[in-house]
């Protein structure tokens, strides 16, 4: 891109970089897109973008090139970005007044390309039970989901978890809230709940013909939801609050209904709720669901696959929805 919109963006031939000081090659196979990518090259998202800008952030691919210094990988590992890179473990950088947003393309280049040269530090190695394009779901989306339930929640078997929606954040909290022994709420359209209940969903509401608030306390018998995955933003924080178990969990997620949250102040206090901000995690943390896809033997979703030269296509896709994720294979 050499401007913001949709309309900049071009395929170009570029020469290969090389690798710098403890940075690696990676020969990308596989992108996974993410509604953020979407926003940032429409919009920017007011994120320092210099032009010309390469989008996306979720890679998977294999290290072809080693330059001074790397001791992290070797020629020929597998490998899968991380979406931000500064944050290593713990608390993510940044303060009161600028809390830190350095992810792949935004504030750093982007991965929608044959090849990247990035610090090794950047990458984690890939599940050794998935392919490139399902690898590649897991920076964002798949971390996403095991941040809040998993890292942050505490998840644990007997728990009762809402999944709003059946995107790629939500699937995946289906699927690892169900590896833990938890009961699974999805709502959506009923056309994908079918297919939420394949995945092992135990309760669906469709979203379109119900009481949303109604149907999530008439199945948990009035108990609520000990977890909610808040994919929605603005005022529907407030009936996250109303349907939260005493004690619950809201993982703050989302915003498709706007950044201004708007929520009962009440409830939230008598039932003890936390509400806890959730922006992907970091890279600690990816390894450890590195290590449980493989264990668990987690299948990410996708819903379609697209060659690079298709994007503007896959973007289309990703402005109708999807359930579950949407990638770009290298060819």
């Known amino acids: 891109m050499d401007a913001i919109g949709r309309d900049r963006l071009r395929l170009r ?17 596989a992108v ?3 509604h953020r990518d979407k926003m940032v090259i429409e919009s920017g998202r007011g994120l320092p973008i210099t032009f010309p800008f390469t989008p996306g952030s979720d890679l998977a691919g294999t290290v072809v090139a080693l330059g001074e210094g790397v001791t992290r990988f070797s020629i020929g590992d597998e490998v899968i970005s991380t979406f931000t890179p500064d944050w290593i473990d713990g608390v993510r950088r940044g303060n009161a007044r600028t809390p830190s947003y350095r992810t792949l393309g935004g504030y750093y280049p982007g991965v929608l390309a044959d090849h990247v040269a990035f610090p090794e530090d950047w990458f984690v190695r890939a599940p050794a039970t998935l392919d490139h394009a399902e690898a590649s779901t897991l920076p964002c989306a798949g971390l996403t989901a095991w941040f809040a339930l998993v890292e942050r929640g505490r998840l644990h078997a007997g728990e009762t978890v809402l999944v709003e929606g059946t995107g790629g954040v939500a699937l995946f909290a289906l699927q690892i809230a169900k590896a833990h022994g938890a009961e699974v709420i ?6 994908k709940l079918a297919r939420a209940r394949a995945l092992g969903a135990d309760h669906g509401i469709d979203r379109r013909r119900e009481d949303w608030v109604d149907a999530v306390l008439g199945i ?3 108990r609520g939801a000990d977890h ?5 933003g603005g005022p529907h924080l407030g009936k996250a609050i109303q349907v939260a178990a005493v004690g619950g969990r809201i993982h703050q997620i989302g915003a498709l209904a706007g950044f201004d949250l708007a929520a009962p102040a009440m409830p939230l206090m ?16 990816l390894e450890d669901l590195v290590r449980a896809v493989d264990r668990m033997g987690l ?8 060659p690079l030269g298709d994007l503007a296509a896959a973007l289309d896709h990703l402005d109708r929805g999807a359930f ?4 770009i294979e290298m060819a």
Do not use: F, M
Not at 19 to 29: C, D, I, M, T, Y
Not at 228 to 232: A, K, S, T
């Open 186 to 191: 999805v709502s959506g359209t009923v056309e």
């Open 220 to 222: 948990t018998a009035d």
């Open 228 to 232: 909610i995955l808040e994919l929605v």
């Open 299 to 306: 299948k990410p979703v996708i819903d379609a696959r697209y």
């Open 13 to 29: 031939e570029v020469p290969i970089p090389s690798p710098g000081q403890r940075e690696v090659l990676v020969k990308v196979a």
């Open 324 to 327: 579950g994720k949407i990638v």
């Open 32 to 34: 996974s897109l993410n």
């Open 270 to 285: 008598l039932k003890d709720v936390t509400i806890q901000g959730i922006g992907t995690g970091h890279r600690r943390a």
